[in-house]
């Protein structure tokens, strides 16, 4: 083991490979506010790429229920079990995490601490959803109980993170990570299936095929990008919740860049189960309506934070985070770096030309009553 600096832990760890940044990292931003649930990207990549011999119980992205809902079947919790305690730690103004992450708490002679889920584990893939965290009372609707009775989407992929369990884990080298964009790939013809990298990944997005007998995960539909165009998933979601691009690490932060300006500079999008100690790069704007006791385990320490920036958004006080929200899906292509004007929000790519421009306002058009060139009466529609 050797030690690499992983700035979400404010600390060095240890890591079985030196660290080694790719020239840029690919990474998104999704705002867990604005899920709906429509499992639009789960079906979306699964059309895309998952639809072979092998596959059936393959979800590359799947969106599950929380606090119950679990795909494999409590994957989160056996991961945080074998953790064993976490913490954190205020050192100045820096949050430290004080625990072991996966790779620290490894069993002699292991890479990660670890499971390989069982196939029962992989079933049940929409097992909790739409389940509250406890059950309604009678007369009673789940939006009354001052949240008392909550829960939350939570859209999942490959994290493609910059430490990343399944190549550390892989005995044969057969996972990799690119240099030109931090895409993490299984090798399919070095790969015997030995299935290190399924015991070893926490987030549980390495897929073992029976029928071809070596894995196969996410690829951040690496061709599109390639043609600056992103991923299926992020593409074609309906609740427009995922900003997808670039993100740097804090000693090279860019302002204009959408990603990095979330994260770094306004801190309002957090990564998932940061303490695992793969600084994973789909990070999440956590939910508001919900007791931070349960999310900050989930996001780590900056979740209170995160939630008082995102009700200044709500309260129109956030411009440009608003600007960046209303950028989220309206162009295929990837956006490198925004402007927020007081009407506009806009989106350049890696060269500089303007790609899509948004009002921050959209128009309202309210239908007359009575429509006088037809001489009909019609209901309001806005
Ligand atoms: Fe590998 Fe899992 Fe990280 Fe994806 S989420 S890069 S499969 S460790
Ligand atoms: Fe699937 Fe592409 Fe999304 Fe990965 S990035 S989950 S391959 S659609
Ligand atoms: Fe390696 Fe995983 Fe294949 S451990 S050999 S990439 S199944």
């Not at 690919?26 to 429509?38: L, R, T, Y």
Request: proline share 7%.
């Amino acid at each position: 083991m050797v030690k690499v600096n992983n700035w979400q832990l404010g600390r060095d760890m240890d890591y079985i490979y030196e660290e080694s940044r790719p020239q840029r990292q690919m990474a998104a931003v999704f705002d867990i506010n604005k899920c709906i649930a429509c499992q639009t990207c789960t079906m979306g990549c699964k059309t895309t790429w998952t639809v072979g011999k092998g596959q059936e119980y393959m979800w590359w992205n799947n969106v599950e229920t929380k606090p119950w809902g679990n795909y494999p079947m409590a994957w989160d919790i056996k991961t945080l079990e074998l953790l064993g305690t976490q913490g954190w730690q205020k050192e100045g103004d820096k949050n430290v995490y004080a625990g072991k992450t996966i790779f620290e708490a490894a069993p002699p002679g292991e890479r990660a601490v670890g499971y390989l889920p069982k196939d029962i584990e992989w079933a049940y893939p929409n097992r909790g959803e739409d389940e509250t965290n406890e059950p309604l009372q009678e007369n009673m609707h789940w939006m009354d109980a001052v949240h008392a009775i909550w829960n939350y989407y939570l859209p999942r992929l490959c994290n493609h993170c910059s430490f990343p369990a399944c190549v550390a884990a892989c005995p044969r080298k057969a996972i990799y990570k690119r240099s030109e964009d931090g895409i993490v790939l299984v090798d399919q013809q070095r790969c015997r299936g030995y299935r290190e990298c399924v015991k070893a990944c926490p987030y549980k997005k390495t897929m073992y095929n029976h029928v071809t007998r070596i894995s196969e995960k996410c690829i951040f539909c690496y061709p599109a990008v390639e043609q600056g165009i992103a991923p299926r998933c992020m593409r074609n979601c309906i609740g427009k919740i995922r900003t997808v691009g670039t993100v740097n690490t804090p000693d090279k932060i860019d302002p204009e860049n959408p990603i990095d300006f979330l994260i770094h500079v306004k801190k309002i999008a957090l990564p998932l189960y940061p303490q695992y100690g793969l600084e994973p790069n789909i990070y999440y704007i956590p939910p508001i309506h919900v007791p931070t006791k349960f999310t900050r385990q989930m996001f780590g320490p900056g979740v209170d934070e995160a939630i008082e920036t995102y009700r200044r958004v709500r309260a129109g006080d956030e411009p440009e985070i608003k600007g960046i929200l209303m950028l989220n899906v309206s162009t295929d292509r990837l956006i490198s770096k925004f402007k927020v004007t007081s009407k506009d929000a806009i989106g350049y790519n890696a060269d500089g030309t303007e790609i899509v421009r948004v009002a921050l306002k959209e128009p309202t058009i309210i239908r007359e009553y009575y429509d006088a060139s037809r001489d009909v009466f019609r209901h309001n529609i806005n």
